[in-house]
Structure formats: C-alpha cells, structure tokens
C-alpha cells in the first residue's frame, strides 16, 4: 500500500513562490514515475508536471514552464514542486501521484488514468 502526502501549499502574492513535496510512504515503495496534478474550482484535474523515478526524466504543462521545477530525492521517496512566478491563475488544489510498476503504457506519464496512487492534496492560493 503506497501513501502520499503533500505538504507545503499556502497563499502568496503573484510572482512569489511556493515550494511543495510529496513524501511516499509503503512497506516497500517503487514507482515509474511520480507527477503533480491541480484542479481548479469547477474544472477538471489538469497535468502540471511529472518525474521518471529512475532517471529524473521531466515533463511539464505549457503554462507552468520556465516557472515550476519538479525533483525528487530516490533516498528520501520524495518528490518537490519549486513553483516560482506564480500566477492567479495557478490557484488550485495541488496532488501528488505516483504510476505503478506494473504500468506498461507510454512513458509521458500526463494523463490522470496513468497514476494510481494519490495524495488528498494541498491548497495554493495566489492572489493579484
């Protein structure tokens, strides 16, 4: 049984900064790839960002590049979001996920469908 737990959401003005991690926890985690989702009020859950666990590969959102940078520590099970320049825009509830081993689909890893694992996620306001 895989556990994520985000941490780190808050409020900040526009163009502050916000830092996010997502500590797994299980008997013995092991993951494709981990990801950051967010949904806004009214909306549908949206891809932020993903990172390959193995070799740190990154994939991002066109609206969050250049400005959000996701990394994870493999000895600590541990992946951060750095969301720099934030927006109004990018007010949302923030989850982190994980994709199974057993995964056997493309290695994009954007989709909501590829991840089975969630974390109840963290508010990040950013007002104008």
């Known amino acids: 049984q895989v556990q994520l737990e985000e941490s780190g959401g808050g409020s900040v003005q526009a163009g502050g900064s916000l830092r996010l991690s997502c500590a797994a926890s299980g008997r013995t985690f092991s993951t494709n790839a981990m990801g950051w989702f967010r949904q806004a009020p009214g909306k549908e859950r949206e891809f932020v960002t993903a990172?390959?666990?193995?070799?740190?590969?990154?994939r991002y959102a066109d609206s969050v590049k250049g400005r959000f940078t996701v990394s994870r520590d493999k000895a600590k099970n541990t992946m951060y979001l750095q969301m720099n320049s934030l927006k109004p825009e990018d007010t949302a509830v923030y989850y982190c996920?994980?994709?199974?081993?057993?995964?056997?689909?493309?290695?994009?890893?954007?989709?909501?469908?590829?991840?089975?694992?969630w974390g109840q996620g963290t508010q990040v306001t950013v007002s104008s």
């Open positions: 990172i390959t666990w193995s070799w740190g590969i990154t």
């Open positions: 996920a994980a994709v199974p081993t057993s995964y056997r689909g493309s290695a994009y890893y954007t989709q909501v469908y590829e991840y089975d694992y």
